[in-house]
């Protein structure tokens, strides 16, 4: 099993190679587009901004090379983000995967704190790719930025309102959270992603 995790300028790439290792997998940390492409899975995981996210993969022509993968690919955090159509962080067009425009979150209620972070559960969880016993269980978050619900969400979560906690659209699965961050669940997810 060969799999590749992109490396780009708003990555947590080693969280997520350490998760893959205490679930018994190897990956390789690259942006190099043969090595990419010849992966069995593609994980596209990223903290960062996404406007400046979005002009390094441009430069480097990364975009049209993840938009035009085949095989399963995982965007996780602001990596489900840039798969979507368009970003106010920055007003960027993004990768366009999702039909879906990701929102700042915005409260008056002094009780939400921006960004969202920490534990959360998940809800109305579709068949396919997170477990469905997994309702209810929690997850860990660290956002300011969130995605709608759309035809493609798989699970959401309520935060100020419910938005999309994972996405999936054909050989594109994504999640907000941070599975590499949440513990047994998480790492049941990407086991779940690699293994399927």
């Not at 962080?89 to 979150?105: H, M, P, S, T």
Request: with cysteine; hydrophobic share 40%; net charge negative.
């Amino acid at each position: 099993m060969k799999i590749a995790i992109i490396k780009y300028n708003a990555g947590n790439n080693f969280s997520v190679e350490c998760a893959l290792k205490r679930i018994g997998y190897d990956a390789i940390i690259t942006d190099n587009p043969d090595i990419i492409l010849n992966a069995d899975r593609v994980i596209f995981p990223g903290v960062g901004e996404a406007s400046s996210a979005m002009a390094y993969l441009k430069e480097h022509k990364l975009d049209l090379l993840i938009k035009n993968l085949t095989q399963p690919v995982l965007g996780i955090c602001i990596g489900q983000q840039l798969l979507c159509s368009h970003s106010e962080e920055g007003n960027i067009d993004c990768l366009g995967i999702f039909n879906a425009q990701v929102k700042r979150f915005a409260s008056d209620v002094q009780d939400f704190k921006i960004p969202h972070m920490g534990w959360n559960t998940l809800h109305d969880i579709k068949p396919g790719f997170i477990p469905q016993e997994f309702e209810n269980q929690y997850v860990y978050y660290v956002h300011s930025y969130y995605v709608p619900i759309t035809e493609d969400t798989a699970a959401t979560t309520d935060y100020i309102h419910p938005f999309s906690a994972a996405l999936h659209k054909g050989n594109f699965f994504s999640t907000q959270f941070h599975p590499e961050k949440s513990g047994d669940i998480g790492e049941s997810i990407i086991k779940r992603f690699i293994e399927q």
